[in-house]
């Protein structure tokens, strides 16, 4: 339990990372390092490791580590953006609401009905935490990129949450839908590229033209 | 077996049409599939297959009351797709074809889940795979659109994996073996946790409820059915829409079970009316008839959450709808797109008089106005009389109150728009442009079957229809 909390400390921490830092690169590695702490975390959790824990293990750290940040940066390389100028939450802003919201995530977790064995675990604050900063970068950055990495954060809550259910559910339908979600963000980072060519800035504030 | 084909039949279609290689007789595999699919649906429907109980997959009573309906729209759109692809030759179709073709496939895995994680899965994979054909056209608009269906479309998929995972918490917490087929959760019952069955609740309603577009999480719907051609928006209208309405009807039911059903109802009822609400105020206002179709889908998935929430007599009701307007809507979305092709534009102050233009596609738009807002002796009517009678029947006068007036809203909306598209002299721009559209067959018999379909609906609705919704409500409400 206290090697899985410390997993889900640090990945907390990368979120106020994410939150704080106004490059793309480094908030696309930290995106990726949460991804690789992610995949550990299936291993050090269950006590007997069959192949299908090792098979979730792997892609996750695969899918969120490797893959994904990689075609991100792909993006940003085709786009010569580094950036975030102007986000629509600015940097201390989202710093402090993603300190508030950790902390609030803690609070909140205590009062949820938890099963005695993870009511000592961090996975539902560090779930609630994630989401809430994918959230706050989702809506409060302009960038595509920042964008698809708040959305990768969020996710990375939920697969978190996933987590207490990896030893009764049965791994067929986790693995399923872990290739899902690594599916919707690629396809997500596909139309980032076409977004970039249709408009050469990656800036979604550019996308105004449907409104009522 | 039978159910299954439904799936793999598709499946196998948009492999085939990812390797045929001429552009020209690739999409007469749609009307083909198209055919099978229907075929095999009616056969399903007049003779259902025996479902185990703890099947992941099967053609249950609710597949069954829903999905027959699925596939005539998909044949309906198959059969116009080969005339529209033809008009636009010169974009290959390679990719549209193949993507269509696994959304059917797809879609009927959603409406065949019996399980909590694969109906998430095949909701997910069907919002993938719709993605290309969203931005078929190819326009600046088109990729925005696109990329608004996906941030909020995504988030609200996420949302909906959330609240799998609550309802499968809520089932370890109360002692759960794991199994989470719709079945064995509702058969937990009371010793579900109740807090995490409310929580999941909340956040499968926002999720699937993204999916279907009721307010205020419709926000991707007027973009992406605006942008989108004419048959992907009849196809995200009356089939993925559908999916995620019985997505909710199925967790509801489970909620049910574990004694909230109430708490359910009472947020289905209002965010339903508050749908209707927000729906008919932005049809006062839209000047695009494209987009007013969009908010004319938020209107009826606002009632066909009202239905849901009104118990077995408005399941019943909810489930007529669901047939009733998806064929209503396939005629609009296609003699839309028709109007639209003419006029080269979808907007109000650009495009009138084409009742002189295209007589035969406006006459079918103009009967479909009528039919969707509820005018006898269409199908929407009849459906919708059933709703209030339900709702009256449930003593929820006020509701039925702002249910009518919402109707009354949206029939202004609908009519200021549809008789400023038809009536008038057309501009010298759009005649121009009309001359390069020939109002072929191909692209008229799919709308005036779907309408005429929706007319028998109402008309004659078949007693093996009323059948299968009355068995799609006792098994979502089981008798005690």
Redesign the interface.
């Known amino acids: 339990m206290r090697d899985l909390n410390l997993l889900i400390g640090l990945a907390m921490g990368l979120n106020l990372v994410a939150l704080g830092s106004s490059r793309l690169p480094s908030i696309i590695r930290a995106t990726a390092l949460q991804g690789v702490l992610l995949g550990i975390m299936p291993l050090v959790l269950e006590h007997d490791i069959g192949w299908q824990v090792v098979a979730v293990a792997v892609a996750t750290a695969l899918g969120k580590g490797v893959v994904i940040p990689g075609l991100l940066q792909r993006a940003m390389r085709a786009a010569h953006i580094e950036r975030e100028i102007e986000p629509f939450i600015g940097f201390v802003p989202s710093l402090l609401l993603g300190a508030l919201g950790t902390i609030a995530a803690l609070a909140v977790a205590r009062s949820l009905p938890l099963l005695p064995e993870h009511a000592k675990s961090l996975l539902v604050p560090g779930a609630l935490a994630s989401m809430l900063t994918g959230f706050v970068l989702l809506i409060g950055r302009v960038k595509a990129i920042s964008q698809v990495c708040g959305y990768l954060i969020f996710e990375n809550g939920i697969y978190l949450f996933g987590l207490l259910l990896i030893g009764s559910t049965p791994l067929l339908v986790e693995a399923g839908v872990l290739l899902d979600l690594t599916v919707g963000i690629f396809v997500i980072g596909i139309i980032v590229d076409r977004i970039q060519r249709a408009f050469d800035s990656l800036d979604t504030r550019k996308l105004t033209v449907l409104r009522e | 077996m039978r159910a299954l084909l439904l799936i793999i039949v598709p499946l196998a279609g948009a492999l085939v049409a990812a390797l045929w290689r001429s552009d020209r007789s690739r999409p007469w595999l749609l009307p083909a599939v198209g055919t099978v699919h229907l075929a095999l649906s009616i056969w399903l429907l007049a003779q259902p297959p025996v479902v185990a109980p703890a099947a992941w997959m099967g053609f249950d009573p609710v597949a069954r009351a829903v999905l027959p309906l699925v596939s005539l729209l998909f044949f309906a759109c198959s059969i116009y797709a080969v005339a529209y692809l033809r008009l636009r030759h010169e974009r290959g179709n390679r990719v549209f074809v193949a993507t269509l073709l696994a959304v059917i496939g797809l879609l009927s895995a959603g409406h065949q889940a019996r399980?909590l994680?694969?109906l998430?899965?095949a909701t997910?994979?069907v919002?993938?795979a719709a993605?290309p054909l969203l931005?078929f056209n190819g326009t600046?608009?088109a990729?925005?659109?696109?990329?608004?269906y996906?941030?909020v479309g995504?988030?609200g998929?996420?949302l909906s994996?959330?609240g799998s995972?609550?309802l499968?918490?809520a089932s370890?917490?109360g002692g759960?073996?794991?199994d989470?087929t719709f079945v064995a959760l509702a058969a937990q019952g009371a010793a579900l946790?109740r807090?995490?069955v409310l929580i999941a609740w909340v956040l499968l309603l926002a999720g699937y409820g993204t999916k279907m577009g009721l307010a205020p999480m419709h926000t991707w719907k007027?973009?992406a059915y605006?942008?989108a051609p004419g048959i992907v928006g009849a196809l995200l209208a009356g089939g993925v829409t559908t999916v995620a309405f019985t997505a909710l009807l199925r967790v509801r039911a489970v909620v049910g079970a574990a004694g909230e059903g109430a708490t359910a109802d009472r947020t289905l009822l209002a965010i339903g009316l508050f749908s209707m609400g927000v729906a008919a105020l932005?049809l006062l206002?839209?000047r695009n008839f494209k987009?007013m179709l969009a908010y004319s889908s938020v209107e009826h998935m606002g009632i066909l959450s009202i239905a849901a929430s009104l118990g077995p007599v408005g399941v019943f009701a909810a489930l007529f709808h669901v047939w009733s307007n998806g064929l209503t809507k396939g005629a609009l979305f296609l003699s839309s797109a028709n109007i639209r092709r003419a006029a080269n534009s979808a907007s109000i102050d650009e495009v009138r008089g084409m009742a002189a233009l295209t007589p035969r596609s406006a006459m079918i738009f103009v009967a479909g106005l009528f039919a969707v807002t509820a005018s006898p002796p269409f199908g929407p009517f009849f459906s919708e009389l059933l709703v209030v009678r339900a709702a009256l029947g449930a003593g929820h006068y006020l509701a039925v109150l702002l249910f009518l007036a919402c109707l009354l809203l949206a029939f202004f909306g609908l009519s200021r728009v549809v008789f400023a598209v038809v009536d008038g002299r057309p501009r010298p721009a759009t005649v121009a442009s009309s001359r390069r559209f020939v109002e072929t067959a191909g692209a008229l018999l799919p709308p005036a079957l779907l309408l005429g379909l929706s007319l028998w609906l109402g008309l004659f609705t078949p007693d093996a229809l009323r059948e299968s919704w009355t068995a799609a409500a006792a098994q979502l409400f089981p008798a005690p």
């Open positions: 399980h994680g694969v998430w899965i997910e994979a919002t993938l993605v931005h600046p608009r990729f925005e659109a696109t990329w608004k996906l941030l995504g988030t998929i996420a994996l959330l995972f609550c499968g918490y370890m917490h759960g073996s794991g989470l946790s807090p995490w007027p973009d605006g942008e932005f206002g839209t987009r």
